[in-house]
């Protein structure tokens, strides 16, 4: 139980920045102002840019490994301590190997649109893990 409460507690740590609500942005897109040579760095989002891509690849590819005790929790929750460490086990491990696939192909190809349609849902791995583990709340 300490152990859960640990990864949970690090996990939250983490990702407290993350978490914020971000706000929608309904401007047109930047366009250059009469006489002016740059575009207004502020009007630009990081969703329509590579760099999204390439920072959600790198979160994944460092933190797929949060999907394991995730799943161990939540099939826990559901069901019972034996099958959530031996299916939630397997569950966990298939998952997080598919997060670090596309962690790494989404770092690989992060100059190639679209920026922002992630290969897996949640987008991060954190928010999965948290998304999973508040269910045994």
């Known amino acids: 139980m300490k ?3 640990f990864v949970l ?3 939250l740590c983490l ?13 047109p897109a930047p366009v250059a102002k009469p006489g002016c040579t740059s575009i207004d760095t502020d009007d630009v989002s990081i969703q329509k840019t590579p760099l999204n ?13 949060l999907e394991i005790p995730a799943s161990i ?15 939630g086990f397997f569950d966990g491990l298939l998952t ?12 690989v190809t ?3 649109p679209p920026y922002n349609k992630p290969l ?3 987008e991060y791995a954190f928010d999965s893990a948290i998304k999973k583990m508040s269910r045994g709340w």
Not at 53 to 65: D, E, I, P
């Open 15 to 27: 990702t407290g920045n993350i978490l914020a609500e971000e706000t929608k942005d309904v401007s």
């Open 53 to 65: 891509k390439l920072v959600r690849g790198s979160v994944n590819s460092a933190t797929f490994f």
């Open 120 to 122: 897996l849902e949640p």
């Open 96 to 107: 997080s190997v598919m997060r670090l696939g596309t962690g790494i192909f989404d770092v």
């Open 3 to 5: 152990k859960v409460l």
């Open 110 to 112: 992060f100059i190639i």
């Open 73 to 87: 929790w939540d099939v826990s929750a559901k069901s019972n301590f034996f099958k959530g460490y031996t299916v």
């Open 9 to 11: 507690l690090t996990v």
